[in-house]
């Protein structure tokens, strides 16, 4: 598999803007590209996906375990014609001091040769010591060349380039400083790609700056010599499905809530679901669902239309009161919440948990995270340990804290929503800050779909109430479940 991994020194280097136009610009000239994005990233992953004309995979050895990325790496490209990596913060940068699960350690499991995006702002030569550095931090890195960021004018980028090519290292391509961010970014990153009116044009425009600043054919070349990667072993056999009508679980995708690792929907299905797509903005009536997810998102730039939509609303209140399992990650825990507090406004909510999130002006829970399950639920065994990752911006207000009884997870890493719990339980309905990939917790998708089967024609077979659960109201179960 041809495949290059971009990397930078920083967050913040330009990497993703190379690799978007990169992309872009080898799908336009016909060539199949798979993009990966290295790490716990949904909005880049988004974009990258666009410009490559495919979903991307997100690879990270912290969210699943290391033996699993190669698999699943050659399982997604096996029907593409190059793989394009992008790293995430800086080169080295990992999860601990040895640089673990970083961008290199990535990129040498796969034996990806990688190239850097070097901002020059405001420098020379010492662009060529940086350069020399990086290849010699590390052995085993297989540094092939420099892609030249915010450059000044002619002079500035003939004299970096001769600096780094004097010093044995190629220079593949040299970027203009560019007075706007083509993409702008916010508080969590990039904006997402659904408030665009033209994604394709702002992709296109990425394209023909890469083809007219950067060397695709020789990137190209640098990817096509990456040496033969070693098949791993064969993958266990997966569980049969029982026999019987697939249950249906929705999972809300939309403006608001749009936040998901490709696999995790994709092990719901091999688990034996039927997914439906459902939204929280649209006046759409839903179909019959034997279960709900929630993912993140950006509820707080939807609110006014979330709270607006109140037979939605009342609708989600109404399932979840019926017992229908439902799997709600950080955005979706907002929206479950009695209200959303943004700005000098307070937006209704679904009302499933008697709390109030609040938006913040600096992030509230950052990085990766690890949860231990200590108490019963529908989707996680107790005892299991949760790798995952938080990204929040949000908080509860502390007044409305529930007691840590109906917390089902322990963070020992992370911060959780509060006293270092996470994982809350009401019902059937479980939502946490912690997001995670299927991949890390392959037992979440059986349990998750075994849950929605007892709903549909055994409930009498639901786990009894504990650990905050509540037993569902049968009132509500056919009615708000089964059709409107």
Request: overall charge neutral; some cysteine.
């Amino acid at each position: 598999m041809p495949r290059l991994v971009l990397a930078g020194l920083s967050g913040g280097a330009g990497k993703t803007l190379v690799t978007l136009g990169l992309c872009r610009a080898l799908a336009l000239s016909g060539l199949r590209v798979h993009a990966v994005k290295k790490g716990p990233d949904y909005i880049d992953a988004a974009w990258l996906g666009l410009a490559a004309g495919r979903d991307a995979t997100n690879l990270d050895p912290f969210l699943f375990p290391q033996a699993h990325v190669l698999p699943l790496f050659l399982e997604k490209t096996r029907h593409a014609d190059i793989a394009v990596i992008e790293g995430n913060r800086g080169l080295f940068d990992g999860l601990d001091a040895a640089g673990s699960c970083s961008t290199a350690a990535l990129a040498r499991h796969l034996a990806a040769p990688v190239v850097l995006c070097l901002d020059v702002t405001k420098m020379t030569r010492t662009a060529a010591a940086i350069v020399a550095g990086v290849a010699a931090f590390e052995p085993g890195l297989a540094l092939a060349g420099v892609i030249l960021n915010r450059t000044g004018g002619e002079r500035h980028r003939t004299l970096v380039r001769a600096c780094i090519e004097q010093a044995g290292w190629p220079v593949l391509g040299s970027l203009p400083r560019l007075a706007e961010n083509p993409i702008p970014e916010r508080h969590m990153g990039l904006v997402s790609d659904r408030e665009h009116g033209d994604v394709a044009a702002i992709l296109d425009r990425l394209a023909a700056l890469v083809r007219e600043n950067v060397d695709v054919d020789r990137l190209l070349a640098i990817a096509r010599a990456a040496p033969p990667l070693a098949e791993p072993p064969a993958a266990p056999v997966e569980p049969a499905v029982p026999e019987g009508k697939r249950p249906v679980i929705g999972v809300v995708r939309d403006a608001a809530l749009w936040f998901y690792y490709p696999e995790n929907l994709e092990a719901l299905s091999r688990a034996g679901a039927t997914l439906a797509f459902v939204s929280l903005l649209a006046d759409a009536p839903w179909p019959a669902l034997d279960g709900l997810y929630l993912g993140g998102g950006f509820p707080e730039t939807q609110a006014g239309r979330l709270s607006a939509n109140t037979a939605v609303r009342e609708r989600v209140r109404a399932l979840a009161a019926a017992g229908l399992p439902i799997y709600a990650e950080c955005g979706g825990f907002m929206y479950l919440c009695q209200a959303l507090v943004h700005g000098e406004t307070t937006f209704p909510m679904a009302g499933v948990f008697p709390l109030t999130t609040t938006l913040c002006s600096r992030p509230q829970g950052l990085g990766y995270s690890l949860a231990r399950v200590t108490a019963p639920n529908p989707f996680h065994p107790v005892g299991t340990l949760l790798s995952g990752h938080e990204f929040h911006y949000s908080r509860c207000l502390g007044g409305e804290v529930p007691s840590p009884e109906a917390f089902c997870l322990t963070m020992e890493r992370g911060v959780g929503m509060a006293g270092g719990r996470d994982g809350l339980l009401r019902g059937n309905t479980f939502a946490a800050y912690t997001h995670i990939h299927a991949a890390g917790a392959p037992h979440w998708a059986g349990r998750f779909v075994a849950a929605a089967r007892r709903f549909r024609g055994e409930e009498e077979k639901m786990p009894p109430a504990a650990g905050g659960m509540m037993p569902p109201d049968p009132s509500h179960r056919r009615q708000g479940a089964r059709g409107e």
